[in-house]
């Protein structure tokens, strides 16, 4: 069997999706058909991953309706800053996924820009993930070395997003609503790119701008460092200005999310003639589980394609290697389809990026193993590489990395299985 085609068709599903969900279009099209005021004087906010192409949508919209953008502040990732010149724009890169010294300058001109608003005026604030790392200013008497430290535990721990950012919510002056608190200016809208569970504006760059909750303990298998106890016990308060209130004019909207990139997937999928099956629910389980279960129904039948999303979890060893838990499940999966003939695999985030590495995922399939033991790098061991989180090394002796760069986009990672027995 020739597998290059199949592998060929999975990249353009996966490509369908990723154009479904663009920030660049989304916002654009939102904006375009969205009344706005001509007479009113409009400021732009951009944050996460996709903010670079968010705010070329926004800048796009605007200018087709002959509007002036005052300022404009971006706040994105390193290497995501692939925007056209603006007019009045200022743009910041920190780091993800574990925060830098950079985010905290973020944070303090996020707080800045949002302050200097006119009250007259109206914030359009643009929303994507990776914000919850990018956007940073510490509670009174937290550092930067603790930060890394409490952000690094809670990557190697395996836990969902949710429960992290609750842990991280606790230490932030501008996390759980607290920017929102913040705002000059009394109309804000603000449009997300959801990837996180139920669209939860909540948890979408730790709720920046959603209403503040009070939660109660988190019950998490997470070793928190003394100091975070100690503060979080204590009466250690804000170093910030909360008399401003809130916008009285709010509107926040859901632009994209990942339910949307599986129906465009499944829609390509299906006029290449494959029957489809979409797992609606939110795949969060450990990898090893999904990877059982996602063969499990891919091998029930023949010409079928099995498209899935989500974030699955994997718990990292002391020291662990390259590549992210896309990586991590594409391997675990080319081990079980070793020699299964007619059996593909595609794992890959919908940002471009996939943990500490530079590719988005992979692409696998029955032959995977035996091209990684005929290269040059034929010593690598499969079960090992797992084991060590290392799955990129041989991944790359197999042939199977995929390598977009920044995408545009992010609504959590895809998960797009192919029996083509």
Known sequence: MDNSKPREQLLEIYAAALSAVNGETVVKQYLEELDLDSKQDYYVLATGKAAAAMMQGAYQAMADKKISIQAALLITKYD?????????????????????????????????????????????ALVSGGSSALVEKLKNGINLEQLLELNKQLYTAGISIDVMNVIRQKISSVK???????????TLTVLYLSDVPKDDIHVIGSGMFAEEIIYDEIDS??????????????????DVNFDLG????LKQVVLANLTQAKQAAAKYARSLGYEVTVIDSLITADYLEFKKMLLTQLSLKTNHILIAGGEVTIKLPANPGEGGR??????????????????FFLAAGTDGSDGPSFETGAIVDYESIIRAKLSEYHQLNAQESLKQANANDFLAASGDLILTGPTGTNVMDLYIGLNCN
């Open 246 to 249: 809130k916008p009285k004019q």
């Open 80 to 124: 995501h800053l692939n925007i056209q010149p603006q007019e009045n724009l200022e743009s910041v890169e920190a780091g993800h996924p574990i925060p830098d010294a950079n985010s905290l300058i973020a944070g303090e001109k996020v707080v800045e820009f949002v302050n200097q608003i006119p009250k007259d005026a109206h914030l359009i």
């Open 326 to 343: 896309c990586q991590s499940l594409a391997l675990a999966t080319a081990i079980e389809i070793d020699n299964r003939k007619g059996f």
């Open 176 to 186: 759980n609503g607290r920017l929102l608190r913040q705002i000059n200016c009394e």
């Open 221 to 238: 298998d997470v070793n928190l460092p003394a100091w975070y106890i100690e503060i979080n016990n204590s009466s250690v308060g804000l």
